[in-house]
């Protein structure tokens, strides 16, 4: 048993150093796939007395990075961007924001563009300038 085993124990050696590295090598040239997606747009937190202009767009373009079968599988209405308001002060009118994927699977990463939101008091959709101009 010990010769079996020691036995052109170099040649055993530089065998397992090749299957490693060609192991490694295939496992490094994994494929990955780039598919452009348009997501649903849920905006969260919005503070009191606003509400969203009835013109803002509710979709934001996502570029999502990762294996050919898993992004092949994915379905846009399974996915959402969402983007939390909280901190916002209730003054501000237009806020560009960056948003935040949900329920991505692993292995699979996501970048969305940046989207502008803008804001109106609640009781009256119409922009105070908007008001002014029809005055006029």
Same mark, same amino acid.
């Given at each position: ?5 020691? &036995?052109?124990?170099?040649? +055993? ?13 295939? %496992?490094? +040239?994994?494929?990955? /796939?780039?598919? #452009? ?6 905006? $969260? %937190?919005?503070?009191? !007395? ?13 570029? =999502?990075?990762? *294996? @050919? &079968? $898993? ?5 846009? &209405? ?6 939390? =308001? +909280?901190? $916002?002060?209730? *003054?501000? !009118? &237009?806020?560009?924001?960056?948003? #935040?994927?949900?329920?991505?699977? @692993? !292995? ?5 563009? /940046?989207? @502008? ?6 009781? *009256?959709?119409? %922009?105070?300038? #908007? +008001?002014?101009?029809? #005055? *006029?």
């Amino acid at each position: 048993m010990r010769r079996w085993l020691f &036995e052109n124990l170099r040649l +055993k050696l530089l065998a397992l150093f090749i299957a490693c590295a060609l192991w490694a090598y295939q %496992d490094s +040239k994994q494929v990955l /796939e780039h598919r #452009k997606m348009t997501l649903h747009l849920d905006v $969260t %937190d919005i503070p009191a !007395g606003m509400d969203l202009d009835p013109n803002v767009r509710t979709s934001a373009s996502v570029l =999502l990075v990762g *294996n @050919k &079968e $898993t992004i092949q599988d994915l379905d846009p &209405e399974d996915l959402s961007a969402t983007v939390s =308001l +909280k901190d $916002t002060p209730a *003054n501000q !009118g &237009e806020i560009i924001v960056h948003p #935040k994927i949900q329920s991505l699977p @692993k !292995g699979v990463t996501g970048s969305v563009r /940046e989207v @502008k939101i803008r804001l109106v008091t609640a009781n *009256n959709p119409i %922009d105070s300038s #908007k +008001k002014r101009s029809r #005055k *006029n």
